[in-house]
């Protein structure tokens, strides 16, 4: 089965930016996708982000964001690492939350990011 781990989160000021990682391990599994979310305090977890890519994509990475993110937030991988990341630019307060990667069910502890003055 695979693990995910978060790492990257941290605080930044309003208008600032921040890389979050998520890397994979412990399944020869090939992971086709992966998903970002993110839970602010008091509300439910959100959809962020995907990132699509491997079999019926060829050579190709597809990435989806939510409309309160897009524009703002990138989404790459190292195929090497087995590592997505999650690039984000003009931090609003309201992005602080705990961000989390998911892929076949499974999901990572979380990283939290704080935008803040």
């Known amino acids: 089965q695979v693990q995910l781990v978060e790492s990257g989160g941290g605080l930044v000021q309003p208008g600032g930016s921040l890389t979050v990682s998520c890397a994979a391990s412990?399944?020869?599994?090939?992971?086709?996708?992966m998903n970002w979310y993110r839970q602010a305090p008091g509300k439910e977890r959100e959809w962020v982000a995907t990132?699509?890519?491997?079999?019926?994509?060829?050579?190709?990475?597809?990435?989806n964001y939510a409309n309160s993110v897009k524009g703002r937030f990138t989404l790459s991988r190292d195929n090497v690492k087995n590592t997505v990341y999650l690039q984000m630019n003009s931090l609003k307060p309201e992005d602080t939350a705990i961000y989390y990667c998911?892929?076949?069910?499974?999901w990572g502890q979380g990283t939290q990011v704080t935008v803040s003055a």
């Open positions: 998911n892929t076949g069910g499974v």
């Open positions: 412990g399944s020869r599994a090939r992971i086709n996708y």
């Open positions: 990132i699509t890519y491997g079999a019926g994509i060829t050579y190709g990475v597809n990435t």
